[in-house]
């Protein structure tokens, strides 16, 4: 199930400056994004979602940027914290339906 | 903050035998679902279940596989006669509405 794709399995950023996480889907029908963070032994835990009605959502240091022509969504975070350092999920859902299909993941690391 | 539980972290059994794997979803959220991820994969859906009955499965879901919320606040899900390939993190979730789902931390499931 390729529907949702982060291509890097793993990225490193300086503190305080910005990470850049990448999603790419090939559903047209999905029509809502979610990002969830995951730390060891802990379940996702839930960050930041967009409709695919909107191109940006906002919540304080992290924002999601949607280009549905791409099919590509983004997650910024700034200023990047050592708290971030986690595996970041994207999960995408169609409408009308409930579950979640998610990318493999990309391992955020921050370092001081 | 209220957050969905998971017991046990971690449980063993051998293979044949049945497992019941036990949560406690945030006591407003009306949608609870099941997922797994297989150690190196992505997170799969299993099954999501609304007003006492399931509501959306995967192909996963099989024979197998059951859900039941037996009273006002738990929500099992029971695997009837274990493989190995079941040896996994299963997830459980519930939501308000259809987003965003949160997600508990899990347990362990090792077939022998």
């Known amino acids: 199930d390729q529907q949702v794709k982060q291509n890097s399995p793993s990225l490193s950023v300086q503190e305080g400056r910005i990470s850049i996480l990448n999603c790419d889907y090939t559903?047209?029908?999905?029509?809502?994004f979610l990002w969830y963070k995951k730390y060891p032994a802990e379940g996702p835990t839930f960050l930041i979602s967009?409709?695919?009605?909107?191109d940006k959502n906002e919540d304080g240091r992290f924002t999601v940027f949607l280009n549905k022509s791409a099919k590509h969504l983004s997650l910024h975070i700034v200023p990047s914290q050592p708290g971030d350092s986690a595996v970041y999920f994207c999960?995408?859902?169609?409408?009308?339906?409930?579950?979640?299909?998610f990318g493999q993941g990309t391992r955020l690391t921050i370092n001081p | 903050e209220p957050e969905v539980t998971q017991t046990p972290s971690h449980q063993v059994t051998q293979m044949g035998q049945e497992v019941i794997l036990r949560c406690v979803p945030i006591?407003?959220?009306?949608?609870f679902y099941w997922y797994r991820q297989i150690l190196g994969q992505k997170v799969e859906f299993l099954v999501s279940?609304?007003?006492?009955?399931?509501?959306?499965k995967s192909e996963i879901f099989d024979d197998q596989f059951s859900v039941e919320r037996p009273d006002g606040s738990n929500f099992t899900l029971k695997i009837r006669s274990t493989k190995l390939e079941d040896s996994a993190m299963y997830f459980c979730?519930?939501?308000?509405?259809?987003?965003?789902?949160?997600f508990g931390d899990g347990t362990r499931l090792s077939i022998l």
């Open positions: 979730a519930s939501s308000i509405n259809r987003q965003p789902q949160h």
């Open positions: 559903n047209s029908m999905f029509d809502y």
């Open positions: 967009i409709s695919s009605i909107k």
């Open positions: 999960a995408a859902q169609i409408q009308g339906a409930q579950k979640l299909v």
């Open positions: 006591s407003n959220h009306l949608y």
């Open positions: 279940f609304y007003n006492n009955e399931i509501s959306e």
